[in-house]
């Protein structure tokens, strides 16, 4: 077994904070941040048991302007 640093979106909805890893694609949530991100890390862990990661490098993470009308 080894040990990979992976990412967390966090965002609030309501009253829950999602977090989402965008290395695998997993989400979960909760009631505060850290438990959002505990529940993300079972998550994962979970779904990589059962589909493994390829060597692939990490996503790139970038920003952009959009125009909004409010």
Avoid at 6 to 29: M, N, R
Avoid at 47 to 53: D, K, R, S
């Amino acid at each position: 077994m080894t040990t990979r640093i992976f990412s967390a979106i966090i965002h609030k909805e309501e009253d829950l904070y999602v977090a989402e890893c965008p290395e695998v694609g997993t989400v979960s949530q909760g009631y505060s941040i850290e438990e959002a991100v505990f529940n993300l890390k079972e998550a994962t862990e979970l779904y990589l048991e059962e589909f493994p990661l390829s060597q692939s490098g990490r996503p790139l993470l970038t920003t952009f302007e959009a125009a909004v009308y409010a």
